[in-house]
């Protein structure tokens, strides 16, 4: 009896000795994921500002130069990071998240604007279902680049301030490459966007400048 009563209390504290380790080593790695997830927000936070900050720094300094260069708020009830220059007083340009459907599923990610919302200072995905080695090539430099320095203003008669169209055959400065092989993928960026900047123009921009 005694020998089998050992056996249940043997067992019992083993289970319990592997369930804890399981549920620290999944609650240690959840922590970690967090934080990365967290830098790796920071990052592209800065990167569409134009905030210069090397691949090889380590979490501690994106943190701090995110700190010194960056202020984030709340515009009805959306958030918007507000970047500057070196001297924390003159205002760089302002970013905000983007998103919408895109041909898999959900696209995120942040589009930032000069000081005057006037051009776009870059933009960046970093969140998607699309297919890799097509869709998901809108995650490449090459196709973001695009962006940087796009003007603002609507084409004339429409609401839209740029179009994607094949590779090479754009003929205006809001004509830009789309992804070749995903014409899903890229009309789903090209509507998501254009609305995302239209909103910001007309319902986020009016509030920022009554704050300045």
């Not at 994921?33 to 990167?47: D, F, G, P, S, T």
């Amino acid at each position: 009896m005694k020998k089998r009563l050992f056996s249940i209390f043997y067992m019992f504290l083993l289970t319990l000795f592997f369930t804890s380790l399981v549920s620290a080593v999944k609650l240690y790695n959840e922590d970690r994921i967090a934080m990365n997830q967290e830098v790796k927000l920071l990052r592209i936070v800065l990167h569409v500002l134009g905030i210069a900050v090397q691949e090889s720094a380590s979490p501690q300094t994106v943190s701090q130069v995110f700190s010194e260069r960056v202020k984030q708020i709340e515009v009805k009830q959306r958030p918007l990071y507000i970047g500057y220059a070196e001297n924390g007083e003159t205002i760089t340009g302002y970013a905000f998240p983007v998103g919408g459907q895109g041909f898999w599923g959900p696209i995120s990610g942040l589009a930032a604007v000069d000081p005057s919302a006037t051009r776009l200072l870059g933009v960046a995905f970093f969140k998607h279902s699309e297919t890799p080695g097509l869709g998901a090539r809108i995650t490449e430099a090459w196709f973001t680049k695009q962006f940087e320095g796009l003007s603002l203003d609507p084409i004339a008669g429409e609401q839209k301030i740029f179009y994607l169209k094949a590779a090479g055959t754009g003929q205006a400065a809001n004509e830009l490459d789309a992804v070749t092989g995903a014409t899903g993928t890229s009309r789903a960026v090209e509507a998501f966007l254009n609305r995302e900047l239209d909103h910001f123009l007309k319902g986020i921009w009016p509030e920022v400048k009554k704050k300045r």
